[in-house]
């Protein structure tokens, strides 16, 4: 194969994601001060890279506070499987505020004080969102700078073993996914290609329209179930 055509090739397998690519270095910001690097842990251990919504400490995403709780009870797995997890909120983040509300996410058992055993970490500028190709809003007047969160799962290497970019707030790998393919379990090929995936036929129902939905509901005498939500 000549030089020109190999160059070509391996172009189009990085652009379509592939699986072991080297990942970029970036620089997060510390809470109280300072920097982490992902090259730090490079040749000592894996990485879980956890992109959240953001938050400024007045709001935290319910997704990203259920994501937040799952990995504070299983951190111990994580580090069995020699790897670290890092929490990212994008852009001008509040970390502590981030936590608190975090906290008080559960009503009815809310934890003021809520910590996590492993960082959490700022992006400030979004360089890190850029280089692992997490969209971001950077408008002013934006809640959350990111509304599609990823999980991105690095070896000791700092090769990419797994990328998870969901498709709305709420699309994110279960926590023993990202065990599998960090223990060996699952290929992680295999796991790359399956969170890309659909994962077949969903149940679902038939939404309409407010006043179409109230006008079939009198014309059929039936009770109306009303949802309300918000992304966050």
């Not at 300072?34 to 490079?42: A, C, H, P, Q, W």
């Not at 009815?108 to 280089?131: I, L, N, Q, T």
């Not at 408008?139 to 998870?164: C, I, M, Q, Y």
């Amino acid at each position: 194969m000549n030089r020109g055509r190999s160059r070509t090739a391996a172009l189009a397998l990085l652009a379509a994601g592939a699986v072991s690519a080297l990942a970029q270095d970036v620089e997060f910001a510390r809470p109280g001060g300072g920097t982490l690097k992902l090259s730090d842990y490079r040749g000592k251990q894996a990485v879980v890279l956890l992109f959240m919504r953001g938050s400024a400490g007045e709001f935290a995403c319910f997704h990203c506070g259920r994501q937040t709780h799952d990995y504070r009870a299983n951190y111990e797995k994580f580090r069995a499987a020699g790897a670290e997890v890092l929490l990212v909120l994008p852009g001008p983040a509040n970390a502590a505020g981030y936590l608190r509300k975090v906290g008080e996410l559960d009503e009815a058992h809310p934890e003021p004080d809520f910590s996590v055993p492993f960082p959490v970490v700022a992006d400030p500028d979004f360089a890190a969102c850029r280089a692992f190709n997490v969209p971001v809003d950077e408008s002013p007047n934006a809640t959350f700078p990111v509304s599609r969160p990823a999980t991105v799962v690095l070896d000791k290497d700092g090769k990419v073993l797994f990328e998870h970019h969901g498709k709305n707030p709420s699309d994110r790998p279960a926590v023993d996914k990202v065990l599998a393919v960090l223990t060996g379990v699952a290929p992680a090929a295999g796991a790359a290609a399956a969170s890309a995936a659909p994962s077949g036929k969903h149940p679902t129902l038939a939404w309409v329209e407010f006043e179409a939905g109230m006008r079939q509901a009198r014309e059929r005498r039936l009770p109306i179930l009303l949802d309300f939500y918000a992304d966050w």
